[in-house]
């Protein structure tokens, strides 16, 4: 921080390129008015926390205003904050903080539909014929009074809903109460546009852009074809859901959305350092559609897949076959990889059953994804090690979960609110009835307790972000696999005259190999103790060894 308090960012335009960006769930951080609910102040009070990981940036999930039947994900008001959170005096000030730590601020934006409740839906359901008539994805129902064409929800069933005033059906690929922007029309991208640069104006570093390829849809309302039971997967829908029995070729994914993003990016470049990241939220052709939308420099500076976010084991074969798809996807693209985030069971347990030393296990983990060629993004609680809350059916607040249950629970098991004091009332995250209980089995990895332990989790992520940092190639470097067979896995991370050799042992025993023919500076300060005996390398169990190729 300097002497004034003004910010230390410097107007960096490819700032983004190999950042680590710190995700928050604002309902779970940090609740300082006792509501049982994190706020945008609880945030705030928090970010010397944030500095002192190391992180590039900050992604705050939605805070706008919500009737929160998806927690802030159905928008009622794009330009003001839910008074759950605070108000708009309240995100300037964490943004002020934020800069004034060198931390930037990028913003959750969901444009792709409304809440129910937004004023533009309310006049557009209204009736056929006003202003915002065609603001959403209306239709006529089929002869015998059935939805339009065969598209599911995400959330299960029709990704129709029957309007009795407008007696016409509307699309939802989400909740019910979540129609469907129609970005076909022109005044609707203006308007969004328009959302853009508000909060552009109000000094955000960028976007996460959710569920960027479902903007549009087919005109025609043509009907997505069956999927082939071998190509299901349950890695955009839970297996549960029938959502996985189409191929989605007509309700997202479609080429009319390259240009709107490049409207969008138009707007960015209007602005010095700012940068976003499009989720894309496909796993059938998810790597292919991040090469498109991060293609030419024009369009998305990273894309957000789902690859790592999935349940398919993580293996050295894996991690080296997702690497490989992007490259060949996207040549010229850039990836923003994560393990964990709000959607997803946290990757400590999705990936770690039965493996006996958790705390080594996500050291490792953290490691590893801290060395592919990307952009990173922690969740909240990640840096602790903290593991899928158990939540019981009666405390569930997921509409997802509910439905679904108990073949899926849902979501709020990686939500539950993050644990600051083991000794303070749950666990320090605020004195009133929390919106989701503290998980027990939290409390012991509190951020309390982890700091006064130098061989934490917590301090591992410190160390080895600080690690990272003293050498760009992890940062911007290109990557190449070297043949291993498993549970090692090794690759090389190059930029410029800087090769840095990564080795990890994915197993929980120790592992000795040769090491490389080249020859080795070794690198400390990273927190693991693999050692070279001759001309072989010993790695402990899920161990890691760098070294500088000479």
Not at 17 to 39: E, F, H, K, L
Not at 164 to 188: A, G, I, K
Not at 240 to 262: A, G, M, S, T
Not at 461 to 484: S, V
């Amino acid at each position: 921080m300097t002497a004034t308090g003004v910010s230390i960012l410097k107007a960096d335009r490819d700032w983004w390129r190999g950042a680590v960006i710190y995700q928050i769930y604002p309902r779970s951080y940090q609740d300082t008015n006792s509501d049982g609910v994190g706020d945008l102040k609880g945030i705030t009070t928090r970010l010397p926390y944030i500095a002192s990981l190391g992180i590039d940036a900050i992604w705050v999930s939605p805070f706008f205003t919500s009737p929160m039947k998806d927690f802030g994900y159905d928008v009622s008001d794009y330009q003001d904050v839910d008074t759950l959170f605070g108000d708009i005096a309240d995100f300037d000030a964490m943004i002020a903080q934020a800069h004034r730590l060198g931390i930037r601020v990028m913003i959750d934006l969901v444009l792709s539909h409304t809440s129910d409740q937004h004023p533009w839906f309310k006049e557009s359901r209204s009736s056929r014929f006003n202003p915002k008539s065609d603001w959403y994805v209306w239709a006529d129902s089929k002869p015998d009074g059935t939805p339009p064409n065969n598209w599911l929800s995400i959330f299960g069933g029709s990704a129709w809903q029957w309007d009795p005033t407008r007696l016409q059906y509307y699309m939802h690929n989400f909740l019910t109460s979540q129609p469907d922007l129609n970005l076909h029309n022109p005044e609707v991208q203006h308007a969004l546009l328009a959302v853009e640069r508000f909060w552009l104006e109000r000094g955000v570093d960028g976007f996460r852009l959710d569920t960027i390829n479902f903007y549009f849809h087919d005109k025609d309302l043509r009907d997505n074809p069956a999927l082939a039971p071998e190509r299901r997967n349950a890695n955009t829908a839970p297996a549960v859901n029938p959502y996985n029995y189409q191929e989605h070729l007509y309700d997202k994914n479609r080429p009319e959305n390259l240009e709107f993003l490049k409207r969008f990016r138009a707007v960015m470049d209007e602005y010095p350092a700012i940068a976003a990241v499009g989720e894309v939220g496909d796993s059938q052709i998810g790597l292919e559609i991040a090469g498109q939308y991060t293609s030419g420099g024009d369009k998305m500076h990273m894309c957000y897949a789902f690859e790592f976010l999935a349940p398919d084991p993580l293996t050295p074969a894996r991690v080296a076959e997702v690497q490989h798809d992007f490259e060949r996807a996207a040549p010229k693209g850039w990836a923003c990889w994560a393990f964990s985030n709000h959607d997803v069971v946290r990757h400590v347990s999705r990936w770690g059953q039965g493996i006996a030393d958790e705390q080594a296990y996500a050291k490792f983990l953290a490691s590893l994804l801290m060395t592919l060629r990307g952009s990173v993004c922690i969740y909240q609680g990640e840096e602790l090690g903290l593991t899928e809350a158990d939540v019981a059916f009666e405390d569930l607040q997921d509409p997802y979960g509910i439905q679904f249950w108990p073949d899926f629970k849902g979501r709020d098991g990686c939500r539950t609110p993050m644990v600051w004091d083991d000794k303070a009332i749950n666990g320090g995250f605020g004195t009133g009835k929390t919106w989701l209980p503290v998980a027990p089995e939290h409390l012991p990895k509190a951020v309390s307790v982890q700091e006064a332990d130098m061989a934490s989790v917590l301090h591992h992520y410190r160390r080895f972000l600080a690690f990272r940092r003293q050498y760009p190639a992890f940062a911007k470097g290109e990557i190449e696999f070297r043949a291993y067979e498993a549970p090692l896995l090794g690759f090389v991370r190059t930029y410029g005259n800087e090769q840095i050799f990564c080795l990890y042992n994915m197993s929980d025993v120790a592992v000795t190999t040769k090491r490389p023919l080249e020859q080795l500076e070794a690198l400390d300060g990273h927190g693991f103790t693999s050692t070279i005996n001759g001309d072989t390398i010993t790695l402990p169990a899920w161990g890691g060894f760098f070294a500088r190729l000479t």
